[in-house]
């Protein structure tokens, strides 16, 4: 999996969270604040060059004000956004999505595929 790739599969991901996101508050009145965020995060997908400005702000409104959400937010994506974003992550999953990083990396490197959905499945579950 190169750069591009990567970039593409946790656009995907940002995708399927803001549709999930959106979805789950259908009932919500468009103007509430709640809502407005998932508009934002449904909307962050197609600003391809602003992604890395505007996301790391969205994702710490979603932490800090609306907590309850958070845990359906993709750690994945989290690791993606890096800077302000890994303060929530623990020190056991930034290590963790470091080792999976430096595999994909030696992978690139070394000319090989890279199955990050395995090699995720695979690191996550033995810690």
């Known amino acids: 999996m190169n ?3 990567y970039r593409a599969y946790c656009k995907t991901l940002l995708a399927d969270f803001a549709d999930t996101f959106m979805t789950r508050l ?4 468009g103007d509430h604040p709640l809502r407005t965020l998932a508009s934002r ?3 962050l997908t197609s600003t391809p060059d602003d992604v890395y400005a505007l ?7 979603l932490f800090d004000s609306f907590p309850a ?3 359906t937010f993709p750690r994945q994506l989290l690791w993606f956004f890096g800077g302000e ?4 992550m623990t020190d056991e999953e930034i290590v963790q999505f ?8 030696s992978a690139l490197q070394a000319g090989e595929s890279f199955d990050l959905a395995r090699a ?4 996550f579950t033995l810690h």
């Open 3 to 5: 750069d591009e790739e």
């Open 26 to 29: 259908g009932d919500l009145p």
């Open 41 to 43: 995060f449904a909307s």
């Open 55 to 61: 996301g790391p702000p969205l994702i710490a409104r």
């Open 69 to 71: 959400f958070a845990p």
């Open 85 to 88: 974003c890994l303060h929530y």
């Open 98 to 105: 470091q080792q999976l990083e430096e595999m994909r990396a």
């Open 120 to 123: 995720t499945n695979r690191l």
